[in-house]
């Protein structure tokens, strides 16, 4: 073997050692942070209790943990048994974060799936019974999360002891807890155990090592706990080889009954979009304009011309751009029925669920927007315009904790966040229908990353206007069609979004608009509301090279062959995501000065 290759190898083993050694850390410091019920000696609170089926729960316990709950002022309380198996337990410490958990208003609610102690009208509004099965008390703690986002938490309770039958459900319960996302969970469980035996493959003085570090990972973990300490430590550690992916093995099997029911659900959708395609596409667009809808000039020049990197709807869409004010634009533009066809199943429906994961990971993101008007007074009413599941405003209440946020939105996901407590009221429709309604009833209003969508911007703006009490601030935030990036990595840049981006505007372009609209711009902000784009460009190449097949606008059902190499490839795409996002990283400091800020916000005060 040459030097070089001798190296590289050695390289990669290192770093293989390294994440394990990293995660270790992660899971320990995690682990610390668990905190573990104390005897209740005081008068007994208050609250009701949802055990499981075939778990015992002592009074004991019960006043132990309503007691904590009281203590710490919290609506939910997932009860963790010391004893649970290694398997969940890492699961639990993967997916909970007991030190950022509550802060956290956005991740998804978990639970060891054994009892949970709550507000009895908490329960009931999720519909819990005091005695449900497992997978049911695995999907009621994400309602829970979501109905008390800032007062959920667990604790290990040592009287709690784990039960066989909560185990023999493991496989559902992992369905529950994951719904449609437990694909792409098992596909990453799946890359990380190919991935160990790859690298103890290259080299067979490493194999033996690597696996025993591998294998001793949980009692390392767990080594030391005064709280949570698996039964079945030793054992699991010593089978982890083989066990693990026997699990997957086991999961892939018990939950095929609901990948079975997902792909019914595909091929019924899939007769109405042959319906919708059987006459061409034609019909989702309007006629080209042969002028600027911005500023009226008819020196145009094609700026793109991109598909649907996204979803893989059939479809080809221009994007001009005006030589006289830089305004980009689609073009020919959907059409009422085009928007209905690329919407559909975009963000909701079949989609949902991984479009809600993703706004799920970005606190820091939603924090960024939130300060945007701490410098600008404290808004007392706020409406979020295009709040989509409201996950803006219900973060936002870690930074605005007494403002009252209403939300706007064409889909039902406004009405759901209403139902659930994030907002205080919710209104679905038309920004400028429905401003008229509306009209001085807000200290702020925010538009982030909704302008881009609409079909008429200047009557988004002029709502904004009227819903807004004089005072009021605009928060706008849009993708930058001047941003570097946005030429460099072509159609794709992140930004572009098509065929649901109708507009891009130049920053000069919307400041010069608002103040004609009696609006005063007062703050403008590119670091903090962009970022570079590799990463999401290196995902939409790889989407683009090794496309979802299960989606009811293809022409027919993907074969096991065709999900083989779609895995294949995304596991072989995974160094160059990692490398993207490294790069990312390097360029943020500098993004601003080098002009590759993906997006920019204004704040504008309504005169």
């Known amino acids: 073997m040459s030097p070089r290759r001798r190296w590289i190898r050695r390289l990669v083993h290192a770093a293989v050692l390294g994440l394990l050694a990293a995660d270790t850390a992660q899971l320990r410091r995690r682990l610390a942070a668990l905190p573990v019920l104390r005897e209740q000696l005081g ?25 904590h709950r009281h203590r710490e002022q919290l609506a939910s309380l997932d009860l963790v048994p010391a004893d649970l198996p290694t398997a969940q337990a890492l699961d639990l410490l993967r997916e909970v974060d007991p030190a950022t958990c509550r802060l956290d208003r956005l991740t998804a609610g978990r639970t060891a799936a054994h009892a949970i102690a709550a507000d009895a009208d908490l329960l009931a509004e999720v519909g819990l019974s005091a005695r449900p099965s497992a997978p049911e008390l695995a999907t009621a703690a994400l309602e829970l999360k979501l109905h008390a986002p800032a007062d959920t938490a667990c604790a290990v309770a040592p009287g709690l002891a784990a039960a066989p039958a909560v185990r023999a459900q493991d ?53 030391g706990s005064r709280g949570l300490r698996p039964a079945d430590l030793p054992r699991a550690c010593l ?24 792909t019914a659900a595909i091929a019924t959708s899939r007769i109405a979009y042959r319906a919708d395609l059987a006459a061409g596409t034609g019909r989702f667009f309007h006629r080209p304009r042969r002028d600027c809808p911005w500023c009226g000039s008819a020196q145009l020049r094609r700026r793109l011309v991109a598909t649907d990197l996204h ?8 994007l001009d751009e005006c030589r006289g004010c830089g305004h980009v634009f689609q073009n020919p533009r959907l059409t009422e029925a085009g928007l209905e066809f690329y919407y559909r199943d975009a963000y909701d429906g079949l989609n949902e669920h991984a479009v809600q994961s993703v706004f799920a990971t970005r606190r820091e993101y939603f ?116 941003c570097r990036f946005s030429r460099l990595l072509g159609r794709f840049w992140g930004g572009w979004l098509q065929p649901q981006h109708l507009h891009m505007y130049p920053m000069r372009n919307l400041r010069a608009k608002l103040t004609e609209l009696g609006f005063t711009v007062v703050g403008a902000q590119r670091r903090e509301a962009g970022a570079p784009d590799l990463t999401v460009a290196a995902w939409l190449l790889a989407n683009h090279l090794a496309p979802r097949a299960d989606q009811p606008w293809q022409d027919r059902a993907p074969g096991a062959a065709q999900r083989v190499l779609r895995g294949a490839a995304l596991t072989a795409a995974t160094p160059v995501l ?3 996002a490294a790069a990312d990283r390097l360029l943020e400091p500098a993004a601003e000065g080098l002009r590759i800020c993906n997006a920019y916000r204004l704040i504008a005060r309504r005169d």
């Open 367 to 482: 924090l960024s927007q939130a300060r945007s008007l701490l410098r600008h007074g404290k808004p007392e009413r706020w409406l979020d315009v295009g709040t989509g599941h409201g996950h803006f405003c219900n973060q936002a209440k870690e930074i605005w904790p007494q403002t009252s946020f209403d939300g706007l939105d064409l889909s039902s996901g406004v009405e759901l966040a209403r139902r659930r407590g994030i907002l205080e009221h919710a209104y679905r429709g038309l920004f400028p229908d429905l401003a008229p309604t509306l009209a001085g009833r807000y200290d702020a209003v925010s538009m982030f990353h909704y302008l881009e969508h609409a079909t008429d911007p200047v009557g988004e703006l002029r709502a904004a206007h009227l819903a807004l009490r004089p005072g009021g601030h605009l928060v706008i935030e849009v993708p930058d069609p001047d």
């Open 578 to 580: 990692l490398a993207a």
């Open 311 to 318: 979803t893989h709807k059939p479809g080809r869409f221009v």
């Open 171 to 223: 496989a559902a319960v992992q369905q529950a807890a994951h719904g449609p996302g437990l694909a792409l969970h098992l596909l990453l469980r799946a890359a990380v155990l190919t991935a160990l035996a790859a690298t103890a493959l290259t080299g067979r003085k490493w194999a033996a090592g690597l696996l025993a570090a591998w294998s001793a990972q949980p009692l390392l973990v767990f080594a």
């Open 43 to 67: 008068p007994a609170h208050e609250g009701a209790v949802a055990v499981a089926e075939g778990v015992t729960l002592t009074a004991a316990t019960m006043a132990a943990a309503q007691a």
């Open 239 to 262: 089978t982890r080889v083989v066990a693990e992916p026997a699990r997957l093995v086991r999961t892939l099997v018990a939950t095929a009954p609901a990948r079975a029911e997902r």
